[in-house]
């Protein structure tokens, strides 16, 4: 055979090859962060609602079945939960095993193990009934005086143990980029999360005022974000996201009128506040954005709802409420 011709053979050969492997290429995305421009990205709005956020497990279940990529991720309170562990790398089967086997009410109260049998004691300054945590003679070094009953030391340190993420990144480096919304009661203002300690910030985004003691950030003193905004899906569009699948726990849409969160300054703004709810006039507005909402019907369960019964049926409904918008979910892969 003639060289030349050989060469020019050889060459077209190597083309060809490259072209394929760049066509395989298109739409995988990679772990860093980082995403392919060969397909519309992706983004999940993770909805807020205490245990209801069990629901969202068997959801997701449904969106891993279709083999739907996701390039970014939005939560609130819950959500942000269960986004952050997502984010990180869990997936739907290892959020149902730890919805499951975790002791929430412990979890969530900072209750001590070893005092769960002893009437009254006192360790450190903190008074335990039953090991139950009821008071505390003493904050922590450099610790702002906050208003709350729990103060969240047990879930930071069990999210942080499984972030295998300590001090402060950028989540924008998670292998899915991920966003948690909380409130600055003192300003007040939502605040988006992008960077920080990823556990605490996920624990700021679920500090229900009244029940958890607020989160110090920096000048700011953050509470739930399901004050402000409880189904993010504009945070996630922020993101970059040209699709936006929401899971929303609240069942229904609302009626609500034009309040500023200014008007929370004083008692009577927050029992105003409380019959208005101002989140609502969002909350409508990003169901509606949504390309795919799912809507799990939860009543006859709340935010207290952790018994292993609950958790289970409200993951199996999660997944029945997805399952009715398959079609849907499936056609975001094309």
Same mark, same amino acid.
């Given at each position: 055979?003639?060289?030349?011709?050989?060469?020019?053979?050889?060459?077209?050969?190597?083309?060809?090859f /490259?072209?394929?492997?760049?066509?395989?290429?298109?739409?995988?995305?990679?772990v860093?962060?980082?995403?392919n421009?060969?397909?519309?990205?992706?983004?999940?709005?993770?909805?807020?609602?205490?245990?209801?956020?069990?629901?969202?497990?068997?959801?997701?279940?449904?969106?891993?079945?279709?083999?739907?990529? =996701?390039?970014?991720?939005?939560?609130?309170?819950?959500?942000?939960?269960?986004?952050?562990?997502?984010?990180?790398?869990?997936?739907?089967?290892?959020?149902?095993?730890?919805?499951?086997?975790?002791? &929430?009410?412990?979890?969530?109260?900072?209750?001590?193990?070893?005092?769960?049998?002893?009437?009254?004691?006192?360790?450190?300054?903190?008074?335990?009934?039953?090991?139950?945590?009821?008071?505390?003679?003493?904050?922590?070094?450099?610790?702002?005086?906050? =208003?709350?009953?729990?103060?969240?030391?047990?879930? /930071?340190?069990?999210?942080?143990?499984?972030?295998?993420?300590?001090?402060? =990144?950028?989540?924008?480096?998670?292998?899915?980029?991920?966003?948690?919304?909380?409130?600055?009661?003192?300003?007040?203002?939502?605040? /988006?999360?992008? #960077?920080g300690?990823?556990?605490?910030?996920?624990? *700021?985004?679920?500090?229900?005022?009244?029940?958890?003691?607020?989160?110090? &950030?920096?000048?700011?003193?953050?509470?739930?974000?399901?004050?402000? @905004?409880?189904?993010?899906?504009?945070?996630?569009?922020?993101?970059?996201?040209?699709?936006?699948?929401?899971?929303d726990?609240? @069942?229904?849409?609302?009626?609500?009128?034009?309040?500023?969160?200014?008007?929370? =300054?004083?008692?009577?703004?927050?029992?105003? &506040?409380?019959?208005?709810?101002?989140? &609502?006039?969002?909350?409508n507005e @990003?169901?509606?954005?949504?390309?795919?909402?799912?809507?799990?019907?939860?009543?006859?369960?709340? /935010?207290?709802?952790?018994?292993? #019964?609950?958790?289970?049926?409200?993951? *199996?409904?999660? #997944?029945?409420?997805?399952?009715?918008e398959?079609?849907?979910?499936?056609?975001l892969?094309?």
């Amino acid at each position: 055979m003639n060289r030349k011709y050989f060469i020019l053979i050889l060459t077209a050969v190597v083309l060809t090859f /490259v072209q394929t492997v760049e066509a395989q290429t298109v739409g995988q995305g990679t772990v860093d962060g980082q995403r392919n421009a060969g397909r519309p990205k992706i983004g999940l709005a993770l909805g807020g609602g205490g245990a209801k956020g069990a629901a969202e497990i068997g959801a997701l279940k449904v969106i891993e079945e279709c083999g739907i990529p =996701i390039d970014y991720i939005a939560g609130t309170s819950i959500g942000s939960i269960v986004g952050g562990l997502y984010a990180v790398g869990y997936r739907s089967a290892d959020l149902d095993h730890l919805f499951r086997s975790q002791e &929430w009410l412990s979890l969530l109260t900072d209750r001590k193990s070893d005092l769960r049998d002893v009437p009254l004691s006192e360790e450190d300054g903190v008074t335990y009934i039953f090991g139950f945590p009821i008071s505390r003679k003493k904050r922590k070094e450099g610790e702002r005086p906050m =208003i709350g009953m729990l103060n969240g030391d047990q879930i /930071v340190t069990v999210l942080d143990s499984m972030m295998h993420r300590p001090g402060h =990144i950028q989540f924008d480096t998670l292998p899915i980029p991920f966003r948690c919304v909380a409130v600055d009661i003192s300003g007040p203002e939502e605040v /988006v999360l992008s #960077e920080g300690e990823l556990a605490k910030a996920m624990r *700021a985004s679920m500090a229900i005022p009244g029940a958890f003691k607020a989160v110090a &950030w920096g000048d700011k003193t953050l509470v739930d974000g399901g004050m402000m @905004n409880n189904l993010p899906v504009d945070v996630v569009r922020a993101m970059g996201a040209d699709i936006v699948i929401a899971i929303d726990l609240s @069942n229904e849409q609302h009626e609500s009128r034009d309040f500023s969160l200014k008007d929370l =300054i004083g008692i009577g703004g927050i029992l105003d &506040w409380a019959v208005s709810r101002p989140d &609502w006039k969002k909350h409508n507005e @990003n169901r509606a954005d949504a390309d795919v909402l799912i809507t799990p019907n939860l009543d006859g369960f709340d /935010v207290m709802s952790f018994g292993l #019964e609950s958790i289970s049926e409200m993951i *199996a409904r999660g #997944e029945r409420a997805a399952r009715k918008e398959y079609e849907k979910i499936k056609r975001l892969k094309n």
